[in-house]
């Protein structure tokens, strides 16, 4: 048995708490991981989020002619620059953009796009130089080739399934469901002592390493100090004030990940995009102004994406799948610009938007600019994007 197989039977923790036998809890202590002080916070937002919504080209008549029942008029959005603007329900991403805080980056996506949820969502994640199908993610050959043996909390991932942006070869991250839950409980008395058996105490190994990763978690949560800001009782709300603990109490994770659904939009667009970003919108600005309040926001990136934008052209009701659009960079000691050209509705291909910027690129400035790690190790060639941080 080997140690991810191990860990897809035991280390996640979907359900938020393990049961494990007192044996499992003999063998030494995790330091934490600590490279520098730069951490990278991933919000997914999975369905496909309509990007011409969410960052407008309100001036741009083909704009309201390609979309005559959703499009938003000019009297709506807010913040309006060089032709684009939020959507009005992006009231506090207009404020972090004004307070230099916020970037965002135009017309991303990647060559051939796949219109699949999942294929596309696994391309995002695995990052392959030419779409070739890859068992490990990005992040997690990342963390391989940073962490000592492995480190379980070395990537954190708040959600109820595993995120395949972050396995890799070494167990160096874990799915938490509930962290106020994530604990272990010692049931069975056993031997702390080596067995003789090479199996039985490779998992006895690896299964500690679970147990510290917990302890880790909860010693983080207690050290983290509690917020002073009135985070709203959503979903994605209660991931970020996890996260936000866990980066006030030291936990040292390198990279942290969650995800928001709901973004498949091929029906009553208006109400339901409205209601997404406005989630969207006061989680992310809640954990922005808790990390500006502990003076850490210079150290944590947070970045937002999806796997896809929608369709130029509604379809009487809402958006299909498309293909590129805006990522947002918050945090980090970015340089708060708009980078990329506006979206050009005359030059389309098939219906679809033409990607200007490829994500990878985004992903080699955050590994060599928030990471200090060399891109091309884990097979990422793209240059970085000029202009970011």
Request: charge should be negative.
């Amino acid at each position: 048995m080997n140690r991810r197989n191990f860990l897809a039977l035991t280390g996640t923790f979907t359900g938020g708490a393990l049961i494990l036998p007192d044996f499992l809890h003999a063998f030494g202590t995790q330091e934490n991981l600590i490279i520098g002080d730069q951490c990278v916070v991933f919000v997914q937002l999975n369905g496909g989020n309509d990007g011409l919504n969410t960052y407008i080209p309100f001036q741009d008549e083909l704009y309201h002619q390609f979309r005559p029942t959703i499009a938003l008029s000019k009297n709506d959005v807010i913040s309006g620059n060089n032709g684009m603007a939020f959507h009005p329900s992006l009231k506090d991403f207009a404020t972090m953009q004004q307070n230099g805080d916020l970037s965002v980056i135009q017309n991303v996506g990647y060559a051939n796009p796949v219109r699949s949820h999942f294929r596309s969502q696994e391309i995002w994640q695995t990052a392959p130089t030419n779409q070739e199908y890859l068992n490990q993610g990005w992040l997690g050959r990342y963390l391989d080739l940073q962490c000592n043996d492995h480190q379980p909390t070395a990537g954190i991932n708040i959600d109820t399934i595993d995120n395949l942006a972050l396995k890799g070869e070494e167990p160096n991250s874990i799915t938490v469901k509930d962290p106020d839950r994530f604990t272990t409980k010692k049931t069975i008395e056993d031997s702390e002592q080596l067995s003789g058996n090479p199996q039985l105490d490779f998992v006895r190994k690896i299964a500690n390493s679970v147990v510290e990763g917990s302890d880790a978690i909860q010693n983080a949560l207690q050290k983290g100090t509690p917020s002073e800001i009135n985070y709203p009782k959503t979903g994605l709300s209660k991931n970020l004030e996890w996260i936000a603990r866990l980066i006030k109490g030291n936990l040292h994770s390198k990279v942290y990940y969650t995800s928001m659904g709901g973004f498949d939009t091929h029906d009553n667009q208006l109400t339901i995009h409205q209601n997404r970003l406005k989630e969207l919108n006061d989680a992310v600005f809640s954990f922005y102004n808790d990390l500006k309040k502990a003076q850490l926001l210079s150290n944590v990136t947070l970045v937002i994406f999806s796997e896809f934008g929608r369709r130029v052209a509604d379809n009487g009701r809402g958006t299909d799948h498309g293909t590129a659009a805006p990522m947002f960079v918050i945090g980090g000691n970015n340089q708060g610009k708009v980078i990329g050209k506006n979206p050009d509705l005359t030059d389309l291909d098939k219906g679809d938007l033409k990607h200007q910027i490829d994500f990878r690129s985004v992903y080699a400035s955050l590994l060599e600019q928030k990471l200090s790690f060399s891109p091309s190790k884990i097979g990422i060639r793209n240059n970085t994007l000029k202009g970011l941080f």
